[in-house]
């Protein structure tokens, strides 16, 4: 059987290359963890950066073909599909084996793709279905509950006590994970604002200019938030914070 397969980067849990093979997952997978030094793809780099920190690709099975013409077409077809779904894939060619793949080929495979779609033969699994998901969707729309309150990565990060870096958190506020489920929560993406460790929260800096553009009294604001008037008529003239300003006049 020729198989098509995804490898996982260890560090994302995120599919970022697919391949095929008639050999065994558990032999191509070592190819991919130990590459040769003269191979200067994409995803031999990333094989030799991942050795370096002791870290190893995992390998998963998509699906299985009787032939070898048939795992090429579909192969085309699956790595465009994934890419469509906003996958980084590490692939430099479109796939199927083919140096360049001429336009017969590709509306042939896609032809056949389709078939195998709408068959349910094939499909390119999404969210709480995916194998290497970290998350449900209830998890989700709490994360997307804090992003449009307005609170930036570290703060998310935090305030759920979550165990992974804020390039998670990033994903999937720019939608680039559970991009399904963000295009009916979001129209554009709401960017995390960055803050200093000992500084004042991009939140709580946006409550300040809010509370000072709905008219306030500066020693309101003052006594609210303990910051002190000179500051306040800084804030006021636009002097300082004006990033903040900025993304305040595009998103409030």
């Not at 490898?7 to 599919?15: A, F, G, H, M, S």
């Amino acid at each position: 059987m020729y198989k098509i397969y995804a490898l996982i980067d260890p560090r994302t849990k995120k599919i970022c290359y697919i391949g095929q093979t008639k050999n065994k997952l558990i032999i191509r997978l070592n190819q991919h963890n130990n590459p040769k030094s003269t191979n200067y793809s994409k995803i031999a780099k990333l094989g030799r950066l991942l050795k370096r920190n002791n870290l190893k690709f995992t390998i998963e099975l998509l699906t299985e073909h009787q032939t070898k013409e048939e795992c090429n077409l579909i192969e085309i077809n699956t790595i465009s599909d994934y890419k469509n779904n906003g996958y980084k894939l590490k692939n430099i060619q479109d796939g199927g084996h083919i140096t360049k793949n001429s336009k017969e080929s590709i509306e042939k495979a896609k032809q056949t793709y389709l078939k195998n779609k709408k068959l349910g033969l094939h499909k390119i699994q999404c969210g709480e279905n995916a194998s290497v998901v970290k998350f449900n969707e209830k998890e989700i729309l709490l994360i997307y509950e804090l992003i449009k309150k307005f609170y930036n990565n570290n703060e998310i990060k935090n305030k759920l006590n979550l165990p992974y870096n804020i390039t998670t958190i990033q994903a999937i506020r720019s939608g680039q994970n559970w991009g399904h489920l963000w295009s009916l929560n979001f129209t554009k993406t709401i960017p995390s604002l960055f803050s200093l460790p000992n500084g004042i929260s991009p939140r709580i800096k946006l409550k300040i200019i809010d509370l000072i553009v709905k008219g306030y009294s500066l020693e309101h604001i003052g006594s609210k938030f303990k910051r002190v008037k000179g500051d306040l008529k800084r804030i006021n003239n636009k002097n300082i914070w004006t990033k903040v300003w900025k993304f305040y006049n595009e998103y409030y």
